[in-house]
């Protein structure tokens, strides 16, 4: 048993002795903790693990803990003074003994030896080893080695050397460096890794101390080792996590600190996150080489003080301060201070947030509700604020006495001279009670009432009345109120009404029919003449809509008009039909007038004077039918003026032909006479014919329609041409489309409108060139092509040839003017259309273009 002796004699550390529930420990310096079970009596057979001569300290002690008391003494024992705290825990009594005075090596033991069998060391979690200096031997090791190592502890009896095998690799060299110092250094202290048999590595604290014998041999190494695995891998997972919250702590706006309670009374930093520099532009090192307290603006510097005293005493104190940055801008903070107590220190933790943006919004707030403040004191209104008592008193809590004195004329003293004081005019007054009793049952009521001012006058007030409810009370405690002068507006109101009645009167009397609608044209009101207007009474009509009534064909411009409200003029005319109850159009005439929304413009009602204009409609229809006849008569005299001309040239030539062949007797003279006044009567014939034709196709055409091969009618016209042809040796051609195209058409009249383009190719074209007619299929169309190289058509006159009578200046002989108009006209009538190509000097070119027909229909 020896070697247990020496072994807590050589632990500086305290060794933790466990004997069921009792446990005790005794160091090198007689530093001594025990602990005992509270079922633990004086004088049972537990006492004995302390040594007899400590028995009749400890004793006592333990009575004392029994009784639930503490114990701090002193003892004077075996020569040296000792320190004696004792505690009840909630299973156990904790004693501490340390030594004051006396020669540690003289300690006693203070622990009864025989009550440490040596098998306590086996129910010990810690390695604990002796070993002999002069041979290496292992005397003795407990079990706890296998469960460190996994290698039984007879195992290490056997080879000495074997714990060596198991060092990690990377602590090795540490290890036996350790190893060699023992001697001198009497022992070591250290953490190593080891590298178990299955891959595992466990992180160990090794200490021993060496005993020596009285001659100064070294005798044994005595030693513990404790498992720390567990220890390191939470402390990196610690170091892990302090460096992300250090991180977060640092990129966060907010900051947090800690501070220690100096003995003076002054804090000192201890710990603090980096945001701290972002926020103050100070780090705590510069902080602490100015003035304390210089980050607080100066007129927080006596409320910090005072809030740190605070949380001095125990209180947990959150406060908002202004700072000084190191930029010399000034900011808000808000600061949770929270007392720790810890034996021996005081400190505190803070946690600092930047709250100057909410300030200054808090600032701006108080800004604005100062305004609104001064707002409501200038204001027409006036406000209040009642309080109910639980008997159902009620009683003013606050009132804008300036704007009650201005509609009032009364005082704040009035207001408490006078007994049963109340403004509300005698007639309204149940009325007014009545509204107070509904508030108070929680009603939020708007109501009008008449006032009598102090001068007696009587005025009007619309009073909003709302209920505030009490959570703690659980009823409506107050009622806020506001009132509003309306006399100006019930006078207008008066007014209104008043006019409203001759509005009515006016209306109601009007042979033009008044209106008034919303702006989708429902109908509000209409006056009796609507009756007369459109055969309905008001009644049926009111709620309909005025679309409703308005012709289909004048609807859009009229729902336009009304769509585009907002763009319009206040007032605003629009025409249309509408529809009589018989059925009869009647044409009207309309003044609106729109009413906007005061504030949002927003058009909300339209009132229109609706006027019967049927009688000037038909008349302005006559005068316009009139007027279109007259224009019809002027051409019609027109044509004639031009059309006699031209008769007139030939009829001329008809009376010298006549008279000159009568006169002569030479045989070929005279028939050289009557030749000439047969081809002029011919040209008069045709003439005349297309005057008629013309006048029948601006009046009344009729056209009988059948299916014409247009190869057949090409052929039929270009033979009738041919001796014009050869008569002026022109080069002609007639290109036909195979299969033939038909056309749906009145033969006669298509004849007669290719007949005139063909032979204005022949007629323009000089002496030896060359004309073409084609027929050509284009996507469900024929184009009859008349091509010539005659002297073609000015730019100019181009887009007139197709009006009758038109001929160039230049050119006073050839034709009326009217082939190509005819033509255009037949050609129009048959869903067709004409293109021109024309180049002067070198020919034109027609296209007559057509629809056609299924060549099998
Ligand atoms: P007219 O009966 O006088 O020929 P049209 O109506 O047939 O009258 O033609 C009107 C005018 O268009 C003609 O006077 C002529 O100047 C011009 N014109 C018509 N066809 C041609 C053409 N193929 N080449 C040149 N000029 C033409």
Same mark, same amino acid.
């Given at each position: 048993m020896d070697y247990l002796s020496a072994l807590i004699n050589s632990m500086t550390d305290v060794l933790l002795i466990v004997f069921d529930s009792q446990w005790a420990a005794q160091s090198a310096q007689g530093h001594f903790v025990a602990r005992v079970a509270p079922s633990f009596a004086p004088g049972k057979p537990a006492e004995d693990i302390f040594a007899p001569d400590w028995q009749p300290v400890i004793t006592p002690i333990l009575h004392q803990l029994a009784r639930g008391e503490a114990v701090d003494t002193e003892v004077t024992l075996s020569g040296a003074n000792w320190s004696v705290t004792a505690r009840s825990l909630h299973d156990s009594h904790l004693l501490i003994v340390r030594a004051l005075s006396g020669q540690? &090596? &003289?300690?006693?033991?203070? %622990? @009864?030896?025989?009550?440490?069998?040596?098998?306590i060391f086996d129910h010990l979690d810690d390695v604990v080893y002796s070993i002999n200096m002069s041979d290496g031997q292992v005397v003795y090791i407990n079990h706890a080695v296998e469960h460190i190592y996994g290698v039984p502890a007879e195992a290490f009896y056997r080879d000495p050397a074997l714990c060596l095998t198991y060092i990690h690799p990377e602590d090795d060299e540490r290890y036996r460096a350790a190893m060699q110092s023992i001697t001198y250094q009497d022992g070591y202290n250290l953490e190593y890794r080891i590298l178990r048999a299955d891959g595992s590595v466990r992180w160990l604290h090794d200490r021993n101390r060496v005993t020596y014998a009285p001659d100064g041999r070294p005798l044994t190494l005595n030693g513990v080792i404790t498992d720390i695995t567990h220890h390191k891998q939470t402390e990196a997972a610690l170091r892990a996590s302090e460096e992300r919250y250090r991180l977060i702590s640092e990129s966060i706006s907010d900051y947090a600190y800690t501070k220690v309670f100096l003995p003076d009374g002054s804090t000192q930093v201890e710990w603090i996150t !980096?945001?701290?520099?972002?926020?103050? !532009?100070?780090?705590?090192?510069?902080?602490?080489?100015i003035a304390p307290g210089a980050l607080f603006h100066p007129d927080e510097r006596a409320r910090v003080v005072e809030d740190v005293t605070r949380v001095y005493n125990g209180e947990t104190v959150d406060a908002e301060y202004r700072i000084i940055t190191r930029s010399g801008e000034e900011r808000w903070l808000r600061i949770l201070r929270r007392p720790v107590e810890e034996i021996g220190f005081k400190r505190y933790y803070a946690f600092a947030q930047d709250i100057t943006e909410r300030k200054r919004s808090e600032l701006a707030l108080r800004e604005s509700e100062t305004r609104y403040r001064i707002?409501?004191?200038?204001?027409? $209104?006036?406000?209040?604020?009642?309080?109910? =008592?639980?008997? !159902?008193?009620?009683?003013? $809590?606050?009132?804008?006495?300036?704007?009650? &004195?201005?509609?009032? !004329? /009364?005082?704040?003293? $009035?207001?408490?001279?006078?007994?049963?004081?109340?403004?509300?005019?005698?007639?309204?007054?149940?009325? &007014?009670?009545?509204?107070?009793a509904k508030v108070i049952a929680g009603v939020t009521v708007v109501a009008e009432y008449r006032i009598v001012t102090r001068s007696g006058e009587t005025r009007w007030i619309r009073m909003y009345r709302m209920p505030v409810w009490s959570e703690e009370e659980g009823r409506f405690t107050h009622y806020y109120g506001v009132a509003q002068d309306i006399t100006e507006q019930k006078h207008a109101e008066n007014a209104l009404r008043e006019r409203e009645t001759l509005y009515r009167l006016l209306a109601d009397n009007a042979t033009d029919t008044i209106i008034r609608? %919303?702006?989708?044209?429902?109908?509000? /009101?209409?006056?009796?003449a609507i009756e007369t207007l459109l055969g309905y009474t008001s009644d049926e009509l009111i709620g309909t809509q005025l679309y409703d009534l308005v012709h289909p064909d004048d609807l859009e411009a009229m729902r336009d008009g009304l769509l585009h409200l907002s763009l319009l003029p206040e007032t605003y005319t629009t025409a249309g039909r509408m529809r009589h109850r018989s059925g009869i159009d009647i044409w009207t005439e309309t003044t609106n007038r729109v009413l906007r929304h005061p504030v949002s413009d927003e058009p909300f009602e339209i009132q229109s004077i609706i006027r019967d204009v049927t009688e000037l409609k038909q008349g302005e229809q006559r005068a316009i039918q009139l007027s279109?006849?007259?224009?019809?008569?002027?051409?019609?005299?027109?044509?004639? =003026?031009?059309?006699? @001309?031209?008769?007139?040239?030939?009829?001329?030539?008809?009376?010298?032909?006549?008279?000159?062949?009568?006169?002569? $007797?030479?045989?070929?003279?005279?028939? /050289? @006479?009557?030749?000439?006044?047969v081809r002029e009567a011919h040209d008069i014939e045709r003439l005349l014919e297309n005057v008629l034709t013309m006048v029948r196709l601006d009046s009344s055409p009729q056209f009988d329609f059948t299916n014409v091969n247009l190869n057949d009618l090409l052929t039929e016209i270009y033979q009738k041409m041919l001796p014009r042809i050869e008569a002026k040796q022109l080069a002609a051609a007639l290109e036909l489309e195979s299969p033939p195209l038909h056309i749906y058409a009145d033969l006669t009249e298509m004849h007669r409108a290719l007949y005139n383009v063909i032979e204005n190719a022949i007629l323009y074209t000089p002496e030896g060139r060359s004309v073409a007619v084609a027929a050509q299929s284009r996507t469900d169309s024929a184009v009859?092509?008349?091509? #010539?190289?005659?002297?073609?058509?000015?730019? #100019?006159d181009l887009p007139r040839i197709f009006d009758p009578l038109y001929k160039p200046p230049e050119r006073s002989t050839d034709g009326a003017g009217l082939g190509l108009a005819i033509t255009r006209r037949i050609i129009e009538a048959h869903r067709g259309y004409i293109e021109v190509e024309s180049t002067p000097g070198r020919g034109s070119i027609f296209r007559l273009i057509l629809p056609t027909l299924p060549a099998e229909v």
């Open positions: 540690p &090596a &003289a300690a006693p033991a203070l %622990l @009864h030896q025989s009550s440490m069998p040596r098998h !980096g945001s701290f520099k972002r926020i103050t !532009g100070w780090t705590v090192e510069e902080l602490d080489s707002l409501s004191e200038i204001m027409s $209104d006036y406000a209040f604020l009642i309080r109910i =008592t639980p008997e !159902g008193e009620m009683v003013s $809590d606050w009132i804008t006495a300036d704007a009650f &004195a201005r509609i009032t !004329g /009364y005082s704040a003293e $009035d207001m408490l001279a006078l007994a049963r004081f109340n403004i509300i005019h005698p007639d309204d007054r149940e009325r &007014a009670a009545d509204d107070v609608m %919303l702006p989708d044209s429902t109908l509000l /009101y209409l006056s009796p279109l006849e007259q224009e019809r008569m002027r051409l019609l005299a027109q044509f004639i =003026t031009s059309v006699s @001309h031209d008769f007139r040239t030939p009829l001329s030539i008809i009376h010298t032909s006549a008279h000159l062949a009568r006169r002569t $007797d030479d045989a070929d003279r005279r028939a /050289y @006479h009557l030749d000439k006044l009859i092509e008349v091509r #010539d190289t005659g002297i073609g058509i000015n730019p #100019d």
